[in-house]
């Protein structure tokens, strides 16, 4: 199974970011977001579909329907540069999205 | 404060085995599902395994399937990558990752909220 990201979004300061990830009935399972910046491990922003943990800003939103899951960023910030990765659950096996770099111009 | 720290990397001969731990602090292994998850230089995010919080789901990904083994001590403390047959496309950091919304369905979705820095497998 494969799940499907942009490679690169750009979005100036302040305007809102959509980052896409596709994949077989998607909408089905629960997606999770997670946010890499350079030299860092991972940080979990969104986990099923639309929840935030503790720490984790408001402008971090997710949404998931159909064969699309969408993490959006409003109001974005210079700190939100970096990688971003979708995460499901296929049967038995945690599948990743190759990843979207998100730039902040 | 929730933590797992990695280590047991290094530098290996293809063919070679390796064993990985991550260890937990502020929680008990026995209470959550945990992760290894890989990234090759350069590259994205690649799950290698997972284990249930009651030990009885031990899962692995395509590409490390029966070569790649889990285990966990009995003070559910620490948690064991067994790491056999390396090939040079197992070059990676591995992390350990503790998972607050996956206990032992699919069906639960995944909340790997919890991340070590990793430790880096070079196979060469």
């Known amino acids: 199974y494969d799940l499907s990201q942009s490679p690169i979004v750009s979005v100036s300061p302040g305007q809102t970011a959509g980052i896409s990830c596709s994949g077989d009935?998607?909408?089905?399972?629960?997606v999770s977001w997670l946010q890499q910046k350079p030299g860092q491990s991972p940080v979990l922003v969104i986990y099923?579909?639309?929840k935030r943990p503790s720490g984790i800003p408001e402008r971090f939103s997710g949404s998931n329907s159909g064969n699309t899951a969408t993490l959006t960023i409003s109001g974005t910030q210079s700190m939100d540069e970096g990688d971003y990765y979708c995460?499901?659950?296929?049967?038995?096996?945690?599948?990743f999205g190759g990843g979207t770099k998100l730039t902040v111009l | 404060q929730l933590q797992v720290v990695e280590s047991g990397g290094g530098v290996v001969r293809p063919g070679s085995s390796l064993r990985l731990s991550c260890v937990a602090s502020?929680?008990?292994?026995?209470?959550?599902?945990m992760h290894w998850v890989r990234q090759a230089p350069g590259k994205g995010l690649e799950w290698v395994a997972a284990?249930?919080?009651?030990?009885?789901?031990?899962l692995y990904g395509d590409s490390v399937k029966g070569r790649f083994t889990l285990s966990r001590d009995k003070s559910k403390k620490t948690m064991f990558l067994h790491m056999t047959s390396l090939s040079i496309e197992d070059t990676a950091v591995y992390y350990c990752?503790?998972?607050?919304?996956?206990?032992?369905?699919?069906?639960?979705?995944?909340?790997?909220?919890?991340w070590g820095r990793g430790t880096t497998v070079t196979v060469s």
């Open positions: 990752a503790m998972d607050m919304a996956w206990q032992t369905s699919s069906g639960e979705g995944s909340g790997m909220v919890v």
């Open positions: 502020g929680f008990s292994l026995s209470t959550y599902g």
């Open positions: 284990v249930s919080y009651d030990g009885i789901h031990e």
């Open positions: 009935d998607l909408g089905d399972r629960y």
């Open positions: 099923q579909d639309v």
């Open positions: 995460q499901a659950w296929y049967g038995s096996a945690v599948v």
